[in-house]
């Protein structure tokens, strides 16, 4: 539910960081993720993404996992011609 959803914003980095105020380093587990790359504007079709990416594991009978779900954003949608994102949704599963 949506309650639970949580949220953090991260950057990828090469080396090990110090963790500062409210900066925290977070290693992703690994494993299997089920991963769709989308080109999206902002807004709704964020959920619609999400809900086909839900519907993609389940009728592919893979089993959801616990960890980090993610979306992974490959530019900034004020560059793309359209002012989409290009984004992947990575969602772990056994």
Known sequence: SMEKV????????DDRIKAVGDITPVINPKGRYAVGRFEIPPGDEFKKAWEGMYSAVIENDYKFRDGGYMEIFHNDCRDHPEKKFIVDICIPIE
Do not use: G, L, Q, S
């Open 6 to 13: 949580r949220h953090a914003e991260c950057i990828t980095v």
